[in-house]
């Protein structure tokens, strides 16, 4: 029985008009969630986006018609934070812009930047920035040196954009860390499963008990196989049927459709 559903943002449930930065929901997502809310699946918006802290999208996505409940709207930032405190981590150096320190903070973590000469930390947070120097990539790497435990949101090498690719700089971050300091990043963005953890926590849903809606088969397809969850890819975005039905039959989409006005024939939500 499915208890929760997990939908990725972008491509999935709405897609943004980045030179007015508004939503406009994607076809049939209204009643889809409508639907779902009839019969009592929990709803979680999850974008592997960092760029923005998770209550920057809330009213964006309103306004477009798609309301999502507080605390039901992840980003791999807010994952990030909400697991390292729980790990007991009490001060993190943070290379990324608002997207990341907001959840960090919030989370109860003393937020350290990446400078020089910065305070002694437990741990290193990657994210998304656009202010990236040479000082703050030397003072994660000292303080990765210094045994801090490196973490990244993301490490997606590329973003889709309405402009075409985006370099995805945690990842390019990560990978310059790794280099240094032959220590491995832990990630929590997706295909990792550590949003789908988190989405336990606050639905009560069992991976099992979730169906993982995405547009990309690589990131939340990926995951949602990976955690033994039902998968449906919709091709209102990145890929379309015949890329999603190119990966090996485990890691596939369960179900391939072409917009979420389809989610409604599925059985579980009959
Ligand atoms: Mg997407």
Not at 86 to 96: E, I, N
Not at 155 to 165: I, K, L, N, Q, T
């Amino acid at each position: 029985m499915i208890k929760a559903a997990v939908f990725d943002i972008d491509g999935t449930l709405a897609l943004m008009d980045k030179e007015k930065g508004t939503f406009a929901a994607l076809p049939g997502v209204l009643d889809a969630l409508a639907a779902c809310r009839a019969k009592r699946i929990k709803i979680v918006a999850y974008t592997n986006g960092t760029f923005f802290a998770p209550k920057h999208y809330y009213p964006l996505l309103a306004d477009a018609g798609i309301i999502i409940d507080p605390g039901h709207l992840l980003t791999p930032a807010a994952i990030a934070a909400q697991a390292l405190a729980q790990r007991g981590y009490k001060r993190v150096m943070v290379l990324g812009g608002d997207g990341t320190t907001v959840p960090v903070a919030e989370a109860g973590i003393e937020v350290i930047p990446a400078t020089k000469n910065a305070p002694k930390v437990d741990a290193v947070l990657l994210g998304y920035t656009r202010d990236l120097t040479t000082e703050g990539l030397e003072a994660v790497v000292q303080a990765v040196w210094d045994g801090a435990t490196p973490f990244a949101g993301s490490v997606a090498p590329y973003f889709a954009s309405s402009r075409g690719r985006m370099l995805g700089i945690s990842g390019a971050i990560a990978a310059a860390l790794e280099n240094a300091t032959d220590t491995k990043v832990t990630v929590f963005g997706k295909p990792e499963t550590a949003g789908l953890t988190t989405v336990t926590a606050i639905t009560g849903a069992d991976p099992r008990e979730m169906v993982v809606v995405g547009d990309d088969p690589k990131l939340e397809i990926r995951m949602g196989r990976r955690a033994g969850a039902l998968t449906v890819g919709v091709t209102t975005g990145i890929a379309d049927a015949a890329l999603f039905n190119s990966f090996p039959e485990d890691e596939r989409a369960h179900v391939v459709i072409p917009s979420l006005t389809q989610l409604q024939e599925q059985p579980w939500l009959k």
